[in-house]
């Protein structure tokens, strides 16, 4: 069976874009790296079920922002791009309930909102600004940071802010995409707060800060939109006193496992849940690379494949599902920059 991956790139090297990788599931290896899409800095895409991807964009004067393709051909062809910002997003996803469009804009401490056409392009409907209430880092100094924008499972939104150490729950105008502030959770100093996930079974969600190495365990409450910190560990070996900065995470679909990527240590950490709402680093594995920054399963979660962006190279993984833990089966197989690693429907 073919399983096949878009991969979001940065452009300062050899990537000219978006690409797309195979994963042959009978023979268990990647293969036919191909290009898909030319962009700048593209590091994060979403597909759509109407079989459109979203990728984030900047133009060649610096500003950024979105661009819509369709993907029923190779390479893609572009539908439209709306581009009003700055500098290009840090993450996207598509609503397709709403047929609303999220980007979370780090430098511009912006989240916005593009609404999806009948012909699947985007037109810009609204945005919230974060502004204040830094963070103690040198990387939090210079304003609000969000690094994540997606769908909670009551579908409200919730924004991950790296440079205020909060995570943000907005309810969402179904006509224009106004969102409206429900809650605000404020992590400890330094925290910085990446990606986050969500076991809506156990009412719980787990939050990674990329900038103290730590992976957190909320607990979520859907009557109120609001979040309680239940439990808190480190994502790298205590001894660690080399740079590290923990990007991706990924639950398993069980709720049993959660995955988190450690860019410096280089390696992916597997924690298992508990029943007291705590968790438990079972293992640490090298992803055979330099900074990987984002990773994923295939369908049925019994491969995982990692990005490593400086080293330019993926890795795949067997998985075992009893114990969550992870095996090497391939390595250095080409791709440019990856950053960003989406199952394709």
């Known amino acids: 069976m073919i399983e096949k991956f878009l991969i979001g790139t940065y452009t300062t090297k050899l990537s000219k874009g978006v690409y797309e990788i195979d994963l042959d599931t009978d023979k268990k290896e990647l293969k036919n790296l191909q290009f898909v899409a030319k962009g700048r800095n593209p590091t ?10 979203y990728s984030v964009d900047k133009a060649e004067n610096g500003a950024g922002g979105a661009m819509a393709l369709d993907a029923s051909t190779r390479p893609t062809t572009e539908i439209n791009r709306c581009i009003n ?34 012909d699947g392009s985007i037109d ?77 079974k156990k009412h719980l969600a787990y939050l990674v800060g990329e900038l103290s190495s730590k992976l957190a365990v909320l607990r979520y409450d859907a009557e109120n939109g609001s979040f309680e910190v239940k439990h808190i560990v480190d994502t790298i070996p205590h001894d660690w006193a080399d740079h590290n900065g923990s990007a991706a995470i990924r639950m398993s679909e069980d709720g049993r496992f959660i995955y988190v990527s450690n860019r410096g240590n280089n390696s992916l950490a597997v924690f298992e849940a508990k ?27 019994s491969f995982v494949i990692a990005v490593n962006q400086n080293s330019d190279n993926a890795t795949l993984y067997a998985r075992d599902k009893e114990s969550g833990k992870l095996s090497v089966i391939q390595k250095d197989f080409m791709v440019p920059e990856g950053v960003c690693v989406a199952q394709e429907y």
């Open 44 to 53: 994060y895409v979403a597909m759509s079920k109407d079989n459109k991807i």
């Open 85 to 118: 910002e700055a500098t290009n997003p840090a993450y996207i996803t598509v609503d397709e309930q709403r047929q609303f469009v999220y980007t979370a804009n780090y430098h511009t401490g912006e989240v916005m909102v593009y609404k999806i056409e009948s």
């Open 124 to 200: 810009f409907q609204n945005k919230v600004v974060h502004e204040g209430h830094v963070g103690p880092r040198p990387e939090q100094q210079n304003g609000a940071h969000p690094h994540y924008a997606d769908l909670t499972p009551d579908n409200r939104l919730v924004v991950v802010d790296l440079g205020q150490d909060r995570v943000y729950v907005y309810d969402i105008n179904d006509e224009d995409g106004s969102l409206t502030e429900v809650s605000c959770l404020h992590m400890e100093p330094g925290f910085g707060p990446r990606h986050i996930v969500f076991d809506p």
């Open 275 to 301: 029943d007291n709402d705590k968790v438990a680093r079972v293992q640490l594995i090298p992803t055979e690379g330099d900074f990987p920054r984002d990773f994923n399963f295939n369908s049925d979660e």
